[in-house]
């Protein structure tokens, strides 16, 4: 008997035929109050009063409600309604709001009328009205959804003004800290308490986080970086292309690329700036750039990486980049440069304000004598050697990088000195690279001119030799320094044994001279 009357216990009477249900709990990170715990107890209290069987659990731990991406459990409940896989015939929720704070009501109407045209309903256990359909759990139901989204959208304002309140303190608000860069943890009176790895976060809510400059070498690296932008005028793709041929990585350990060097570039956090607001992505929506105008800007926050001029000059090359004139627009101010100084060069290009750079007239009208010649200027002199001096120091970059990959693959280490371009192998020995021009002396004589730089004094010089065209590659020549060679050296197009010893056809040789080996110890 008193087993009969455990089993009737919390049935809403003698003989009720108890009803199986799912309980779907989610909690974000507001209150712990809507703890999956405690939400689940007090389901387990509904169910006992009305009858209900839990059979399945769906739970949503760390979920947003805004919307239903990213809410695994909820989309796999509406799949199981819709797919006749649900093994249930109602479905146990805390509260409206637990359902979701949708930012459009209907939405949350949507998914719960997915289950009851299945025949599932959806009860929500917490709210102080039935959902019977009746028209006073109707009204309520849709105040409660505009009331829980609502509810976000005055959190969003509030914590939206608390996190810019912090930037213009100068601390630093989520994300990584960037190549170069690390968080430092503070406490409330901007005492260091240590550095965040990666995944790290402040435990206590009077902590805060600002950036400083982390190991020496990738501070050099960021400092490289904007000098090869800026004073050598390499492309973004260009200098990553460079550092990957180094080995070099990411502070994520991942290959640079564009978008790496371009986010380096372009971050005012190198110059110390504390930034906010430069992208938008609240209340789950689409996320978006927003103008400058927009920015929550402190300067001087954090201790600069890049001086502001530098970052300046950056930004402007960048901008010159982004700003596409037509081929006439181009012209026009080329023409005008020309009708104020008379005369147009290169350097006068480059020093005109508001203008196109002259590698951007080059790149495209393929040559500055092509466009000096559309416009009908003539220089009065030959200046065709200018592009190919050009064309030659564009093979020397892309020929230098492939010389350092094939090094690298061997296992070899190679450092390359930016200013004077000159590459230490293995920390053993120094290598220069060369590229001899081709000149034309009478009708079928060539002669090549290498001038070795005596200031360096590399342990190795290779020379490059151009064919006649002086775009195609003709053969190297390996000049070690120990052997004493005059400062220049005239090569024909046969130079006889003291001088062809060196020649070679590739660079082959060389390559495996940087190879490293594994040496036994004897035993």
């Known amino acids: 008997m008193a087993r009969q009357l455990s089993a009737l216990e919390g049935h809403s009477g003698a003989g009720t035929v108890r009803k199986r249900a799912a309980q779907y709990v989610r909690m974000s990170t507001d209150h712990q109050q809507y703890s999956t715990e405690n939400q689940s107890d007090s389901i387990q209290q509904y169910a006992r009063e009305h009858g209900f069987d839990i059979v399945r659990t769906y739970a949503d731990d760390g979920k947003s409600g805004l919307s239903i991406s990213g809410r695994d459990s909820l989309a796999r409940l509406i799949d199981d309604v819709q797919g006749k896989a649900a093994d249930f015939e109602a479905i146990l929720v805390y509260d409206v709001s637990r359902w979701g704070r949708f930012q459009d009501s209907d939405e949350s109407a949507y998914y719960e009328y997915l289950c009851r045209r299945a025949g599932i309903t959806v009860h929500y256990c917490a709210e102080q009205f039935a959902n019977d359909g009746s028209l006073s ?62 995944g790290e976060r402040k435990s206590l809510q009077t902590d805060r986080v600002v950036l400083v400059p982390g190991p020496a070498e990738e501070v050099a690296l960021v400092r490289e970086i904007y000098w090869r932008f800026t004073e050598e005028l390499q492309s973004q793709q260009q200098i990553a292309d460079a550092l990957n041929a180094r080995g070099l990585t990411t502070d994520f350990g991942r290959p640079w690329t564009r978008a790496s060097v371009q986010q380096v570039l372009t971050n005012p956090k190198y110059v110390g700036a504390n930034v906010y607001n430069r992208r938008s992505f609240k209340l789950k929506k689409k996320r978006v750039v927003n103008p400058p105008d927009r920015w929550i800007f402190r300067d001087q926050a954090f201790e600069a990486l890049i001086d502001v001029p530098v970052f300046e000059r950056a930004q402007q090359i960048i901008a010159e980049h982004h700003h596409r004139f037509t081929d006439e627009e181009m012209l ?3 023409r005008r440069l020309l009708e104020e100084k ?23 009208f393929k040559s500055l004598t092509r466009a000096y010649r559309l416009i009908g200027f003539s220089p009065g002199r030959d200046i065709s050697y ?5 064309l030659i120091r564009a093979q020397y970059k892309q020929r230098l990088q492939e010389l350092i990959s094939e090094i690298t693959a061997t296992g070899a280490t190679v450092r390359l000195d930016p200013s004077s371009q000159m590459l230490a192998i293995n920390e053993e020995f120094t290598l220069s690279v060369i590229f001899a021009r081709c000149r034309k002396i009478g009708p079928e004589h060539f ?14 010089t290779v020379a490059v030799r151009l064919q006649p065209d002086n775009q195609t590659l003709l053969d190297y020549y390996l000049l070690p320094a120990i052997d004493s060679l005059a400062d220049r050296i005239r090569l024909h197009p046969e130079n006889g044994f003291l001088l062809d010893v060196y020649r070679f056809e590739n660079l082959s040789f060389l390559v495996e001279l940087c190879r490293r080996y594994q040496v036994e110890d004897a035993a």
């Open 137 to 198: 759990s109707t009204l309520l139901k849709t105040i409660k959804r505009t009331m829980a989204g609502e509810y976000s959208r005055e959190l969003s304002v509030k914590v939206f003004a608390g996190q810019c309140r912090l930037i213009e303190l100068g601390f630093r608000q989520g994300g990584p800290p960037g190549y170069g860069l690390r968080r430092l943890l503070v406490d409330q009176n901007r005492s260091p308490k240590g550095l965040l790895a990666r």
């Open 447 to 460: 002669r090549w001119l290498v001038r070795l730089d005596t200031s360096l004094v590399p342990d190795i």
């Open 332 to 334: 026009q101010m080329l």
């Open 342 to 364: 008379g005369t147009l060069s290169g350097i006068l290009i480059e020093e005109a304000n508001g203008m196109p750079s002259s590698s951007a007239y080059r790149n495209r």
């Open 386 to 390: 200018i592009e190919i001096n050009r």
